[in-house]
């Protein structure tokens, strides 16, 4: 898949300052990359204390090739976690069939803590790489402790790194897209996800199981 780097996304409103606010927010679409579309939509950084801000995540749509025949949007996830679901959308002429596009507008979004989204940043290149050229298969308690060591350094850097990161988890992602849902103006969440993607859509059906529609895992 092709990576399309960082966007000029426009520019996100005031932050909302309740749940419907949040849930009412329309959306300024902007054209990017040629032919497709970008927009920002805010989410709440706490469901449960308003109060402590908004994260923007970034959105990329890529407009149903026949808007007459258009029957609603498919929010895409690709998995991970931390796959970009904007980088996803950018590649839905390769991902998807004619029918589909034809049908559908293909809608990916950087969940928060990835890509344009707020990213997480824990570890600095030098100590990226030195994590991946670790020993990661410990054949006796020496080499585990080492393992187990390191690990605890790198949430250690995590937590000293990223603000709020309590609050990145997959049921915050699974509400943000009943944001998304409410945004795009969809009465239920037609939505694909892959790998993870499939974990985050069952969530998603779980805490809202009268707005899912079609839904594939």
Aim: positive net charge.
């Amino acid at each position: 898949c092709l990576s399309i780097g960082t966007a000029s996304f426009p520019r996100a409103e005031p932050s909302p300052g309740t749940l419907c606010q949040y849930q009412a927010q329309k959306l300024t679409w902007s054209t990017c990359y040629d032919s497709f579309e970008c927009t920002i939509v805010q989410v709440p950084i706490d469901y449960f204390n308003l109060k402590l801000g908004r994260f923007k995540l970034r959105v990329l749509r890529h407009q149903a090739t026949s808007q007459s025949k258009k029957i609603g949007s498919l929010v895409i996830n690709p998995g991970g976690p931390g796959a970009s679901g904007v980088d996803y959308a950018y590649n839905a002429e390769y991902i998807f069939g004619p029918s589909l596009l034809e049908k559908f507008d293909i809608v990916g979004f950087d969940p928060r803590g990835v890509g344009q989204s707020n990213p997480i940043r824990c570890l600095t290149n030098s100590a990226t790489d030195a994590s991946y050229a670790a020993d990661s298969k410990p054949d006796n308690q020496k080499e585990l402790d080492t393992v187990v060591k390191e690990i605890r350094k790198d949430v250690s850097r995590c937590e000293s790194r990223t603000k709020n990161i309590l609050h990145y988890s997959t049921a915050d992602t699974a509400r943000d897209m009943d944001i998304l849902r409410e945004a795009l103006g969809e009465k239920r969440l037609n939505f694909l996800g892959v790998s993870y993607g499939t974990y985050l859509g069952t969530l998603y059906a779980n805490f809202y199981p009268n707005k899912v529609g079609r839904m594939v895992l």
